[in-house]
């Protein structure tokens, strides 16, 4: 039976004479037209296209970056690019199906896939921090821990779950979310404690405030952005903390946008 290890050394072998660019053009398209495919099928065939979605994900960034993955690595570096492909797989059931919003919502996902591998490149090959290329791709990678954390909780919310689900998907996906930031800042091959008590510091803060706000009277989106805000606010911060880099004026860019959202969340209260 052909397992996961050997689908990838055979990936390994018939593609390392294809230029690395030309890799990441033909992933992103295969991918593009697997998300266009599926979206042509209603909501109850997920159980199908997600598993399709993740191996073929996996699959194709381990084809395009190809050299140099350690075993950290593999959770690092492929994270990302299979949680934006499924975050905008469900967000896309959210709107009417039809091709006024499957056309935008899908060239923005091949653009998005296509900058989620470079980011894995980056990271991969070890950049200095102190480089213009480490920044942008961290920015971008963060940009898309914020857009893929609230389309997840946007599709959550929709289903109006009780608030002990919510807590728990909301926890989790901002603990994973913030193991693979953590990570970033130092590149290791292996996970370290203070790293995960972070990550575990940011699940459990929106664990709570996920049960708190499942009590509240708000529109779905404003439930998705408070959220959203608010793990961008404290993991960022952690982030620059953990980096040795917590100035006043960092403190304020985040500290800012966090009570921007909260007094936006106030103003959409509808007891």
Request: proline fraction near 3%; aromatic fraction near 18%; charged fraction near 10%.
């Given at each position: 039976?052909?397992?996961?290890?050997?689908?990838?050394?055979?990936?390994?072998?018939?593609?390392?004479?294809?230029e690395?660019?030309?890799?990441?053009?033909?992933?992103?398209?295969?991918?593009?037209?697997?998300?266009?495919?599926?979206?042509?099928?209603?909501?109850?065939?997920?159980?199908?296209?997600?598993?399709?979605?993740?191996?073929a994900?996996?699959?194709?960034?381990?084809f395009?970056?190809?050299?140099?993955?350690?075993?950290?690595?593999?959770?690092?570096?492929?994270?990302m690019?299979?949680?934006?492909?499924?975050?905008?797989?469900?967000?896309?059931?959210?709107?009417?199906?039809?091709?006024?919003?499957?056309i935008?919502?899908?060239?923005l996902?091949?653009?998005?896939?296509?900058?989620?591998?470079?980011?894995?490149?980056?990271?991969?090959?070890?950049?200095?921090?102190?480089?213009?290329?480490?920044?942008?791709?961290?920015?971008?990678?963060f940009?898309?821990?914020?857009?893929?954390?609230?389309f997840?909780?946007?599709?959550?919310?929709?289903?109006?779950?009780?608030?002990?689900?919510?807590?728990?998907?909301?926890?989790?996906?901002?603990?994973?979310l913030?193991?693979?930031?953590?990570?970033?800042?130092?590149?290791?091959?292996?996970?370290?404690?203070?790293?995960?008590?972070?990550?575990?510091?940011?699940?459990?803060?929106?664990?709570?405030l996920?049960a708190?706000?499942?009590?509240?009277?708000?529109?779905?989106p404003?439930?998705?952005?408070?959220?959203?805000?608010?793990?961008?606010?404290?993991?960022?911060?952690?982030?620059?903390y953990i980096?040795?880099?917590?100035?006043?004026?960092?403190?304020?860019?985040?500290?800012?946008?966090?009570?921007?959202?909260?007094?936006?969340?106030?103003?959409?209260?509808?007891?």
């Amino acid at each position: 039976m052909l397992t996961i290890h050997h689908l990838l050394q055979t990936v390994r072998k018939k593609s390392s004479r294809i230029e690395k660019r030309y890799r990441f053009v033909i992933s992103a398209t295969i991918l593009t037209a697997l998300v266009v495919i599926s979206t042509f099928f209603p909501f109850n065939y997920a159980l199908i296209f997600i598993p399709l979605l993740v191996m073929a994900t996996y699959v194709l960034t381990y084809f395009s970056l190809l050299e140099g993955i350690e075993d950290m690595s593999r959770f690092g570096l492929f994270l990302m690019p299979v949680v934006v492909t499924i975050a905008f797989y469900f967000f896309y059931f959210l709107f009417p199906a039809r091709w006024l919003t499957r056309i935008p919502l899908i060239v923005l996902y091949g653009i998005s896939i296509y900058a989620m591998l470079l980011c894995s490149n980056i990271f991969n090959v070890g950049v200095e921090k102190n480089l213009q290329l480490y920044r942008a791709a961290f920015s971008i990678n963060f940009f898309y821990h914020a857009l893929s954390s609230f389309f997840i909780f946007n599709l959550l919310f929709s289903f109006q779950q009780i608030f002990l689900v919510n807590a728990v998907v909301v926890g989790v996906t901002g603990f994973v979310l913030g193991i693979h930031l953590f990570w970033t800042i130092k590149l290791n091959k292996h996970l370290e404690r203070e790293i995960l008590l972070y990550a575990l510091l940011i699940g459990l803060i929106l664990a709570e405030l996920a049960a708190v706000i499942s009590f509240v009277p708000l529109k779905i989106p404003i439930y998705s952005l408070f959220l959203t805000a608010c793990y961008y606010s404290l993991s960022g911060l952690l982030y620059n903390y953990i980096d040795q880099r917590l100035f006043k004026e960092t403190v304020r860019e985040y500290a800012t946008v966090l009570v921007f959202v909260c007094i936006i969340t106030i103003l959409s209260l509808s007891w």
